[in-house]
């Protein structure tokens, strides 16, 4: 069963979040700060992390900066957990590569429900072998991987999973809604402007730009769609 590591400064939290993703049968670990986090992370390679933003020495922020930054941890899926709910720090979370973003107070099956559903996008449904490829797009399903005009490119389960919605629909205006219906799995009230988030992440990593063979255009009044060229 996946391993999650856990990382929280209130105790009580962390107890609570533990019964009930062990109860579901996942094997949890646990840091009560940043740096052990970190060291969690490089020496017990976790499937899934539940980060709270708010940590002593090391905060959330930085954490997910350096778990993004390195090769060797940068597919690892966050679920951020946090007290702040503003708007700005929701999509500068996903901006920063968060997979999802819980805040409290939290219903504990509702994030045992999201950590699910990330794993799932992680490990990817079982497929025949197919790869799509769209203009300079290359993305095979099998492996989870990206490369655009022949350059790797690494993504978050959550990005991989909405750019490969787009894919095998080109030319077609999904909205927001569709994407985290259609393309993540869920739909929670208010979660509709994270994906201008993740999609400024894709835009960003595949290096978009207005000649580009393949690229994701924005539909004024709509969403988005991926225009694929020869």
């Not at 979370?93 to 045992?112: H, S």
Request: glycine residues 8%; negative net charge.
């Amino acid at each position: 069963m996946s391993r999650i590591l856990v990382v929280d400064d209130d105790k009580k939290i962390v107890r609570l979040v533990q019964a009930y993703l062990e109860k579901e049968g996942f094997t949890v670990l646990a840091a009560f700060d940043g740096e052990t986090a970190l060291h969690a992370i490089r020496r017990e390679r976790p499937d899934l992390v539940v980060l709270d933003l708010m940590l002593p020495d090391r905060d959330g922020w930085d954490i997910t900066r350096i778990i993004r930054g390195d090769d060797s941890l940068a597919g690892t899926p966050i679920v951020m957990l946090t007290a702040r709910v503003e708007d700005t720090d929701k999509l500068a979370g996903f901006e920063l590569g968060a997979d999802d973003y819980v805040a409290k107070p939290f219903n504990p099956p509702e994030l045992v429900a999201r950590v699910k559903a990330v794993l799932r996008r992680a490990a990817g449904a079982p497929v025949q072998p197919h790869v799509l490829q769209l203009g300079g797009l290359r993305l095979d399903l099998d492996r989870h991987e990206l490369t655009c005009r022949g350059n790797p490119v690494e993504l978050t389960p959550t990005e991989f999973d909405l750019l490969k919605l787009l894919a095998e629909h080109p030319g077609r205006a999904f909205t927001r809604l569709e994407l985290i219906e259609e393309g993540l799995g869920y739909s929670y009230e208010g979660e509709e402007r994270t994906v201008d988030s993740h999609i400024k992440n894709l835009r960003k990593k595949m290096g978009v730009k207005a000649d580009n063979p393949a690229y994701i255009e924005t539909v004024y009044g709509v969403g988005y769609r991926l225009r694929g060229g020869q």
